[in-house]
C-alpha cells in the first residue's frame, strides 16, 4: 500500500465521511482514493475550485457532524490558512493533510522536503495552536491519521498530518488494523437542552461538546472574538478567556498528545532526532555508527506540535551530542531542539534542500566528523 | 556475467531507471508487490519530474526478509536502464560489479562485461506495443536474477490488469524472460 493511500484508509477507518479537496502533488492519490471509496460509504467527495474553498468546505460538513478532512502540499496549504485560523477559532475537528514537498511557491512539485514545520505552527495570524504529527512510514501513514482524527474530535482542533512526499508516495507492505484494533474517538454531544446549549462553554476537561447544524440545536459559530453562546463579545476579559482556552485545552493535554519513538537510546553518547522520512536515514545511521563504536540513538518526533521539548531535553541530558537531520535549509527542528537541550550542547545539523533525500552518509559525516 | 540473486536472498534492492512514460514506476510496483505475495517485506519508492512526458524517471524497490530500515537503495543488486540518461546516471556502479541491463535500442552501447544490452524497445515495437516495454523489461530483469518467482509476476498481473491487457502483458513478460535466455 502507498502512503497517501494508507492515509485515505485511515482516514476511512476513523470515521471520515467527508473530504473536499483540489488535487496537487504529492498529495493526489488521498484525494484519488477518497473519490472511489467514499461515495460507497454513504460518504461524500467533492473537488472544490481550489484549496480556500476546500477547507471552507471541510469547516462546513464537520459543523454538519461529518469528520471531514482535506489534503493538499505547500501551496495549497498556503491558500487553506485563512480558514485554518477559523477552524482554531470556533473549535472546529478537522484534519489537514500536507503532503509537504520543496518550495518555496511551486517549488520542486515532485520532490520532498520538510520545510513547512514552521508553517504549520505559524501559518495563520494571531494566537493560536495546532497539533501535527508525521509519520515515517506507510504503517504511520494509517495509524497516525486515525490519531490525527482522535485528537481532532477529541480536543475540537485542526490537525495537521504532515508526512513529506518520500513517505506519501512510498509503498510498503502493511497489515491492515482490523476493526476495533484502534481506538476510534467521537467528538462530545451535548445532552442538555437546545435552548441552554452553549457551544464554548467547556466542560472540566477544557473542551465544549459540540452539537451538528441542521439539528435541534441551533448555534453560532464566528471567527471573530466570542463569548459561549458564539456570538460576538469584545470584552478584554472574555477575549483573554478565549485565547487562554484555545491555548489551555491543548496544553493541559500535551502529554497524551505528545508522540515519540525511540531507537537504541538506553545507552547512548549521540542522540538523533527526526521525523518523517529522515527517521529512517537516522536509524540507519545509528546501525553504522554502533558498528564502528560510536553509541548512538534516535528520537522519533511522530507528535511535531506541540513539540516534544520535554523528552529532547531528558535524553539529550543523557548524550553528548544531539544531530537534527531535516530536509530544510533553516533547520526548523533544530531550533526547537536547541530551546530544548540549551545553549552549551554539541548540537549539530544535517540539512538538505535541494528536493533530494538525506542519506545515512550524510548523517554520519556529521556525526562523526570533527566539531 | 550471471549474478542472481535468487527468491532465498535475504536483502536485495533494485533500480529500474528511465524517462517518464515508459511505466517503470509501474513495474516497480509490480516487482513489489510479487515479493509481498512471496511474504517479503518490501519498500518501493520512485523519483520524478513535473512532466508526465520525458525526464528522468526511476522507481527502487528493496526487498527483505527482516525489517527494511532505510527506504533508499544503498547498494543497487541489479539496475535496469532504458535511456541514455539513466545509463550515465548509475554507469559507475558497473565498475563495482554490479549487473546493469541496458535498452539497446535507446542506450549507446557499453563495452564494461557488467552491462548487458537488450533491444527492449525495438522487440516490444515489433510486437506492436511500445508501451509495453515496461513489462518486457520486468521480464528480463525477473528471469536474470531471480529476484521473484516469474509465476508470482504472473499472478500479479492478473490481478492488477483487466480484460485484454492481461493476456498481452503476460506475453510482455514471457517475451522478456525469454530474452534473457539469450
Redesign the interface.
Known sequence: MQGNQAIAEGAIYAGARFYAGYPI?PSSEIAEECSKKLPKLGGVYIQMEDEIASIAAVIGASLAGAKSFTATSGPGFSLMQENLGLAVMGEVPCVVVDVQRAGPSTG????PAQSDIMQIRWGRHGDQSVIALCPASVRECFTLTVTAFNFAERYRVPVVLMPDE?VG?????VEVPAPGELEVVDRKRPSGSPADYKPFKADEDGVAPLAAYGGEYVFHVSSSMHGLDGYSNNDPANAAWRVRQLHEKIDRHRDEIVLTKSFDTDDMDVLLVTLG?TT??G??AA?EARRQGVRAGVLQLQTVWPFPDREVAELGRRAKMVVVPEMNYSGQVAGEVRKAVGPDMDLRRVNRYNGT?I??QDILAVMLGAR | MEHRMTTESKHVEVILAGTGGQGLILSGILLAEAAILEGKNVVQTQSYGIASRGGLSLAEVIIDTGEIVFQQVQKPDCILVLTEEATKKYETWAAKGVPILYDSTLVNARTDPNFTGYAFTQTASDMGNALSVNILALGTVTAKTGVVKMETLEEMIRKRFKGAAVEMNLKMLAVGRDLAGR
Open positions: 502533488t520542486l512539485a515532485t520532490r518520500i508516495h512510498m509503498r510498503e507492505n522520512a529512517r536515514s536509524r540507519a546501525i533525500i542519506t545515512p
